[in-house]
């Protein structure tokens, strides 16, 4: 698809003048940039590091085509052959401690059944060990370990017997982790309304349970020596708990540190009642860092932001480590467990930089910086520091920091594409504005190139998923909307005034930011926030006021629906990518009773899409993946029913045997290109 451009409009002042009020949009500009030349950007994502040495090694999807690439330092290699964009994804990648070799998981087409595979660090045809995810190798490097159907199995790396049944238990198994000597495996026992943190012991073949109780135990970290398992205690779920609960007071998470000989374990401290009383945790599964000096680090909403703390395994109080109107959102401890380096928006609040902090306590330590966001922070064993960066038009890329900070080289720059169209990228403008509660909020705001003056647009407003989610001024570290920020930069490559929002209940603004009591199903109190954004709009210079729509996908399906039903004088046309429309069908059909009281469930109604029907005038188009797991099909179904019962005009995009977000890379160009297409027709001048 050819990029757009402004038409051309004679010298004619009537002419100009009806362009100024109508909004022109761009029209195909040969030899430009089309929208598969944009989506080409290659998304990278979980980097590890080798135990020793420099390699380091990430997932990188090229256009649907998912594979492990390697770097020892320099430029890097493909490790894996799979080259078909056919929907299939790879995984909890891991070195041998030699790092000479890489476990991986690899999930089938159907994004169900998954693979365990090993693969040489030089290359070479990966060899598969057998069926399961979450592969840990063992500290000796002879075994690796995983999950399957809830259970463990394991297979020995030189392939010398087939892969066994290790360890059956009740429940579901989750996360193993090796003893740092190999003679122990710990994991999570999962048991729906509790979980129990579990020993197996080879040598014994002997199952203990650590201080087993009612609570819902998980995130087990070792202490360096072995002789302990530190793990965080969550309250247990009560059988009358429902979805419209969740900001109900909860009893306070707690830490625990347990004897690896006797399993008896004691509480070494609890949050406090109130604010911070609920875990909000990190990204990823290691939320306790064992360092040295028998220091435990953990995040913390002690004061409604999210922080690093520091705790004597013994016990005792907890020391801040990174002060401040800041939230930390991912962590990894330095290979010589003295420091914490970690990612937040210190110093600029809608972007990702890296920092480090010493485990002991002082200053933190700004690491990287700029008008790019950096994520993904991987210490390496000689000091050194593997992370991802993305600019606003430059595609993601795998950089690799010095120890002492003095340079950072890139490492992938063989994953982007030649043809690759930086120069059609915006750079977005960082813009603020108050709801009418006076609640202040965040967004980028994307301009078509070359824009004239008086020159008005058509525009669209963007509501990511999540809730908890917070779009960036760059290339994002979610998959999901590593897409939908090429596609707000496509619209803008056509001639519209694109703007992120970063609506409330959304992170990294704080605990009262995310946690509003009156939010989606409570009352839908974010209507407000896509009120004040298109009153924004429509007072820019740039914007034709009366040609404004508004799109997003899941959580952010459901603000558009809820837009379109209660403001369709304000938003022209939608695009509803499988969102939510009725809350009270969607919580009882997934827990297969009704939930809730009377009055919940009224309000529950009353904050859905559906209930605003009599007002939905707008077009909108509906695109959903009819296996989506997280928010049934048949919200999609149901509304595309009542809408045609009320005469409004309806489109949809089913894509079949497609999830929550589309596995294969075609059926994201057609769900993009369906909806660039359908604001054309909805939001250009007549």
């Not at 990894?332 to 990612?343: E, F, I, N, Q």
């Amino acid at each position: 698809m050819n990029r757009a451009r402004i038409c051309l409009l004679g010298f004619s002042l009537c002419m100009l003048a009806a362009a100024v009020v109508s909004g022109a949009v761009r029209t195909a500009e040969e030899g430009a940039p089309t929208l598969e030349q944009m989506l080409s950007a290659p998304y990278l994502a979980e980097l590890v590091a080798a135990p020793g040495g420099r390699s380091v090694a990430w997932i990188a999807n090229q256009q649907g085509r998912c594979n492990l690439w390697i770097s020892d330092g320099g430029e890097a290699r493909r490790l894996t052959p799979y080259l078909r964009d056919d929907g299939t994804w790879l995984e909890s990648a891991v070195f041998t401690p030699d790092g000479r070799a890489l476990v991986f998981a690899r999930s089938k087409t159907d994004g169900k059944a998954k693979e365990i595979w090993l693969v040489a660090a030089t290359g070479g045809d990966p060899v598969q060990l057998g069926e399961g995810d979450s592969p840990a190798v063992s500290p000796a490097g002879d075994r690796v370990v995983w999950i399957k159907g809830g259970q463990m199995w394991w297979a020995p790396l030189d392939h010398s017997w087939q892969a066994e049944l290790l360890v059956e238990v009740w429940g579901n198994c989750t996360g193993p982790r090796w003893s740092p000597d190999g003679s122990r495996l710990c994991f999570v026992t999962d048991r729906e309304d509790h979980s129990f943190v579990a020993l197996y012991d080879l040598a014994t073949h002997s199952l203990t349970y650590l201080a087993p109780g009612v609570d819902r135990d998980i995130a087990p970290a070792w202490s360096p020596d072995g002789s302990s398992v530190a793990f965080v205690r969550l309250p247990g779920k009560r059988l009358d708990e429902t979805p419209y609960d969740w900001l109900r007071p909860a009893f306070p998470w707690s830490i625990w540190v347990a004897d690896v000989a006797t399993g008896e374990g004691r509480a070494i401290w609890q949050a406090d009642p109130g604010l911070g009383s609920r875990l909000k945790g990190l990204l990823g599964p290691e939320q306790l860092f064992w360092g040295g000096g028998d220091v435990l680090v953990f995040s913390w909403e002690r004061d409604g932001r999210q922080h690093l703390y520091a705790l004597l395994a013994s016990g005792g109080t907890p020391r801040l480590l990174t002060p401040g109107a800041f939230d930390i959102e991912e962590a990894a401890m330095a290979a010589d467990r003295k420091a914490l380096v970690y990612s937040s928006n210190q110093d600029d609040p809608d972007r990702r930089h890296l920092w480090t902090v010493p485990v002991a306590g002082g200053v933190p330590h700004r690491l990287t910086g700029g008008s790019a966001c950096q994520w993904s922070p991987t210490p390496l064993a000689d000091g050194s520091l593997a992370y991802i960066q993305a600019e606003a038009a430059r595609a993601p890329q795998v950089l690799l920091l010095e120890a002492g900070g003095e340079r950072s080289s890139i490492l992938s720059a063989a994953l982007v594409p030649q043809d690759f169209p930086a120069a059609a990228f915006a750079e977005p403008e960082l813009v603020s504005f108050p709801a009418p509660d006076g609640l202040e909020l965040h967004g980028q705001l994307f301009l078509p190139h070359g824009l004239r003056k008086g020159e008005r647009c058509p525009a669209v407003l963007f509501l990511h998923g999540g809730p908890a989610r917070q779009m960036l001024p760059a290339f994002h570290p979610m998959e999901f909307y590593h897409e939908t920020y090429i596609l707000n930069q496509y619209l803008a490559s056509r001639g519209y005034v694109a703007l992120s929002l970063n609506y409330r209940r959304g992170s990294m603004y704080g605990a009262a930011f995310r946690d509003v009591p009156s939010g989606g199903f409570l009352g839908a109190s974010e209507f407000q926030d896509l009120l004040a954004a298109a009153q924004y709009l429509r007072k820019r210079p740039e914007v034709d006021r009366e040609r404004i729509g508004l799109w997003g996908p899941s959580y952010g399906g459901y603000l558009t629906a809820l837009g379109l039903a209660r403001a369709s004088n304000l938003f022209r046309a939608g695009v509803d990518w499988c969102g939510i429309h009725d809350w009270v069908l969607a919580f009882d059909r997934r827990a297969g009773r009704l939930e809730g009281t009377p009055k919940q469930r009224r309000l529950a109604f009353e904050s859905s899409p559906v209930a605003g029907l009599e007002t939905w005038r707008s077009p909108v188009l509906l695109i959903h993946g009819d296996a989506d797991s997280d928010v049934p099909f048949s919200q999609t179904v149901d509304l595309a029913q009542r809408l045609r019962e009320r005469g409004v005009h309806v489109e949809t995009l089913v894509l079949p045997d497609e999830g929550h977000a589309p596995a294969i890379h075609a059926n994201w160009v057609r769900a993009c290109r369906a909806t660039a297409d359908f604001f054309d027709r909805h939001l250009r001048a007549e």
